[in-house]
């Protein structure tokens, strides 16, 4: 009697084993990629500022809002809160300074290169209204994927910078940061100094 036990045992062990090895052996297994939302873009409506500044641009009225920045005057920020997103815009006006505020700019723009991928530069020149600027793209997971400057070299200089209130994941914010970039790139071709 107690061999058979012994045996009855060793074969239900035998058995849970194979049947464990049969079940994990026909199991096709492929892990899937990770995946974001879908992010709806809706259109945009643009008109000017109309805020009491020394310069105006358009920006899309219907998505964004301007808010007066807490210190400073002549700066703002213009906010996306469907997406979650802001760009912060300062103004300086130029006093025999250029140089340092361009200076400045520039070194802004690279302490991302500490983690970016690429830093890329798109100059921009519009003659008849005076307005020169450059637009920097920063590839990789950075803070501020998008900056901008624009300036007329002698009097004014304005700067921008696209931010995202989340962690940086270039990845997932890619649709929005390129719905964003026009806004930009808008806001250059259309700024006006006053």
């Known amino acids: ?81 469907t997406y979650n997103a802001k760009i912060h815009c300062s103004y300086l006006p130029i006093k025999d ?23 890329t530069q798109q100059v921009f020149e519009n003659d008849e209204a005076k307005v020169y600027g450059v637009l920097y793209e920063i590839k990789g997971n950075v803070a501020s994927s998008l900056q901008f400057t624009l300036t007329d070299s002698t009097t004014h200089y304005f700067r921008g910078a696209v931010y995202f209130n989340n962690r940086p994941n270039n990845d997932s914010i890619a649709p929005v940061l390129s719905y964003i970039r026009e806004d930009v790139v808008r806001m250059m071709e259309t700024m006006q100094w006053k």
């Open 1 to 81: 009697m107690h061999l058979f036990k012994k045996m009855n045992c060793n074969i239900k062990h035998i058995l849970a084993v194979g049947c464990s090895i049969v079940m994990v052996a026909c199991t096709n297994y492929t892990p899937k990629p990770m995946g974001y939302f879908r992010i709806a873009l809706m259109e945009k409506k643009y008109a000017y500022t109309q805020a009491n500044m020394p310069y105006t641009f358009e920006y899309p009225t219907n998505v964004a809002r301007i808010r007066p920045h807490k210190n400073n005057p002549l700066w703002m920020n213009i906010e996306y809160p």
């Open 97 to 119: 300074n250029f140089y340092e505020i361009s200076e400045d700019t520039r070194a802004f723009v690279y302490k991302h290169s500490v983690k970016a991928d690429a830093i």
